[in-house]
């Protein structure tokens, strides 16, 4: 069984630092795209960073360039993503997702975490 499960979430100043871990069991998710999301109160689903575990490509939303940087480590089957110089409009759930494309709003994404909260303080 496929799962993914999402750490790091927390609460934190505006211009702070928060790393965001993966931990994805169940199956080998190379050649697969491999993505966080994010979704704020009353908004839209939106991709946030994505990465093709095949070859290291990496698409980032215009919001984030910059700031957020998306990793992975095969040996231990995870994803990252550090998020620097935070800001209020940072404030979402955030999802971890693989899938066998990316899409800005998710489609694609065959497998799905259960979030973990980001609360940036002004």
């Known amino acids: 069984q496929v799962q993914l499960e999402e750490s790091g979430g927390g609460s934190v100043q505006a211009g702070g630092s928060l790393r965001l871990s993966c931990a994805v069991s169940?199956?080998?998710?190379?050649?697969?795209?491999m993505a966080w999301f994010r979704q704020a109160p009353g908004k839209e689903r939106e991709g946030v960073a994505a990465?093709?575990?095949?070859?290291?490509?990496?698409v980032y939303a215009d919001s984030v360039k910059g700031r957020f940087t998306i990793s992975q480590a095969h040996a231990k089957n995870s994803l990252y993503l550090q998020m620097n110089s935070l800001k209020p409009e940072d404030t979402a759930m955030y999802y971890c997702?693989?899938?066998?494309?990316?899409?800005?709003?998710?489609?694609?994404?065959?497998?799905w975490g259960k979030g973990t909260l980001v609360t940036i303080s002004s």
């Open positions: 169940g199956y080998s998710y190379r050649n697969y795209y």
């Open positions: 990465i093709y575990t095949g070859g290291g490509g990496t």
């Open positions: 997702a693989a899938g066998t494309y990316y899409s800005r709003y998710g489609g694609g994404m065959d497998y």
